[in-house]
């Protein structure tokens, strides 16, 4: 990476990438769009790297959204083609990506951890969209996620009020996966990387494109009917991993997934 404000680490087939502007609570300034778009391109590319992780630096803030001193100087809106943070409009991405929200989680650090597909946060962690307390709205995919993700009437209110939603009301409301209490939290991110990596990878992969695919079908009935053709599926049934996941089973022994 060119920039770093935004930090990877690949260890055990897990792709770490962290926001690494802590005096400014991990505020994304332009060049820091573009560098995660590297970093998801690279996650995306790399067929050795199976989960991704975002966090953010330091004790205090995962991201607190835009940096607005940065932004102010132009008139522009700099996202790069794969919309905010690199990850918005990222629609095709097949690997699961984590974030770990640790402290402060606003504006667009918020859009950032919709973005993902499981959020894991502390008990420390505050979500919130605050966009029009300021004159802005949340066009980086805030609105329309947290629709879609909790519903209209959840929704609505942290929409049009921008109040602060803290991690156990997160967790009741929906879009948060797993809060975690006292020190434990990089060991509970830990644990669920290594659940996922014990997966067969193209299953973990062809699991969430599929979820995806269904979701834009009219109808459960319709997701339900069109998976056997949908191409995915046609990966899985012509898998090697596909026919060693039951054969290590019958023979009681752990499972050489190929990933293919």
Same mark, same amino acid.
């Given at each position: 990476m060119t920039d @770093? *404000?935004?930090?990877?680490?690949?260890?055990?087939?897990?792709?770490?990438?962290?926001?690494n502007r802590p005096e400014k609570l @991990? /505020?994304?300034?332009?060049?820091?769009?573009?560098?995660?778009?590297? !970093?998801?391109? *690279? #996650? !995306? /590319? =790399?067929?050795k790297l199976l989960v991704c992780v975002v966090k953010g630096a330091g004790e205090r803030a995962f991201c607190a959204g835009s940096d607005l001193t940065e932004f102010a100087t132009d008139g522009s809106t700099p %996202? $790069?083609?794969?919309? %905010? !943070?690199?990850?918005?409009? *990222?629609?095709?991405?097949? &690997? $699961?990506?984590?974030a770990a929200v640790h402290g402060i989680c606003l504006g667009g650090g918020f859009e950032l951890a919709l973005s993902c597909d499981m959020i894991i !946060?502390?008990?420390?962690?505050? #979500?919130?969209? $605050?966009? $029009? &307390?300021?004159g802005l709205i949340a066009i980086g995919g805030g609105i329309h996620r947290l629709v879609r993700q909790i519903g209209i009437k959840q929704a609505m209110?942290?929409?049009l009020t921008g109040r602060n939603i803290a991690a156990r009301e997160a967790l009741e409301m929906g879009f948060v996966s797993e809060v975690v209490s006292g020190d434990g939290f990089d060991d509970a991110v830990a644990e669920l990387c290594g659940q996922i990596l014990a997966n067969a990878p193209l299953a973990v992969r062809l699991? &969430?494109?599929? /979820?995806?695919?269904?979701? =834009?079908q009219p109808t459960l009935a319709d997701a339900m009917a069109h998976q056997a053709s949908h191409p995915s599926f046609r990966r899985w049934i012509a898998a090697e991993d596909t026919r060693e996941g039951p054969n290590a089973f019958a023979e009681k022994r752990t499972p050489l997934w190929k990933g293919h």
């Open positions: @770093n *404000r935004i930090l990877t680490q690949s260890e055990g087939g897990v792709l770490t990438v962290t926001l @991990n /505020a994304i300034t332009p060049d820091m769009h573009m560098a995660l778009e590297e !970093a998801f391109d *690279r #996650f !995306a /590319a =790399d067929e %996202y $790069p083609s794969s919309g %905010y !943070a690199g990850i918005a409009q *990222r629609f095709d991405l097949d &690997k $699961p990506v984590i !946060a502390s008990e420390q962690a505050l #979500f919130g969209l $605050p966009e $029009p &307390k300021v209110g942290p929409l699991t &969430k494109e599929l /979820a995806m695919w269904g979701l =834009d």
